[in-house]
Nanobody, 116 residues
Framework: QVRLVESGGGLVQAGGSLRLSCIFF????????VGWYRQAPGKQRALVAA???????NYADSVKGRFTISRDNAKNTVNLEMNSLKSEDTAVYFC??????????WGQGTQVTVSS
């Protein structure tokens, strides 16, 4: 059973930066891909960035060049560095763990609010 805990959300002005962290517990061996998703009010949850156990990454077009996902296997942590934040980045951000069988865990979410 994998458990994920996010941290690092908050309120920031447009143009600023935040770093989100996702720490995972239990069943770590079963995780292949860790992703960050976000859900804004009235919108569907959408992928922001993901990283595989091999280090391959992919990003939503809207965050390319601004966000960086990284993985620290020694600390069982995946981080999301967010720079040049925009008001449209405001959302609840969720951490997700998956393997070839599909999703195996979600975090509780952390709020990111960007003021213009």
């Amino acid at each position: 059973q994998v458990r994920l805990v996010e941290s690092g959300g908050g309120l920031v002005q447009a143009g600023g930066s935040l770093r989100l962290s996702c720490i995972f517990f239990g069943g770590i061996w079963s995780i292949n891909t860790v992703g960050w998703y976000r859900q804004a009010p009235g919108k569907q949850r959408a992928l922001v960035a993901a990283i595989t156990s091999g280090g391959a990454t992919n990003y939503a077009d809207s965050v390319k060049g601004r966000f960086t996902i990284s993985r620290d296997n020694a600390k069982n942590t995946v981080n999301l560095e967010m720079n040049s934040l925009k008001s449209e980045d405001t959302a609840v951000y969720f951490c997700n763990a998956a393997n070839s069988g599909g999703d195996i865990g979600w975090g509780q979410g952390t709020q990111v609010t960007v003021s213009s």
